[in-house]
Every structure is written in structure tokens, then in C-alpha cells.
């Protein structure tokens, strides 16, 4: 699921997304083109504004299953 997935699957568009974060909406269009690579500080902040953990976010986002990346078991 991508970023802009995110957004409508929680009825928030890029502008709102950019005021719970303080995130340009330059960037957060970049990130969601896949212009940009995304930092840690800006992922937390935007699984924060989606309410989600960061562990849920990036489970979602990057389609990553943590437990096999930190061979949790």
C-alpha cells in the first residue's frame, strides 16, 4: 500500500497530512511519487498523524514483515 493509499483509506488528503506533520506537501508528493526516500524522523512523525505505530506503518508502507527483517519470532 503506498502513502497516498494511506491517505484516503484514512479521509486525509497531502495538505492535512502536511499540517499533522510539518512535512512540506513538496515533500510528502515526492514521497508519494517515489521521488524521494523517506527518513526515519519524517516516517514516525507520519505514522503518528496517520495513528498508526511505526512498526504498522512501515508493515504497510514499505510491505515489510519486521518480524523476518529483526528475525522476531
Do not use: H, P
Not at 45 to 59: N, P, R, T, W, Y
Amino acid at each position: 500500500m503506498n502513502l497516498l493509499e494511506l491517505l484516503k483509506a484514512k479521509n486525509m488528503t497531502q495538505k492535512d497530512l502536511s499540517k499533522r506533520t510539518g512535512i512540506t506537501e513538496a515533500t510528502i508528493s515526492r514521497y508519494i511519487n517515489q521521488k524521494r526516500e523517506m527518513r526515519v524522523n519524517n516516517a514516525i512523525k507520519i505514522a503518528q498523524a496517520l495513528d498508526m505505530s511505526i512498526g504498522e506503518f512501515i508493515v504497510i508502507y514499505l510491505g515489510k514483515d519486521l518480524s523476518k527483517i529483526w528475525n522476531i519470532k
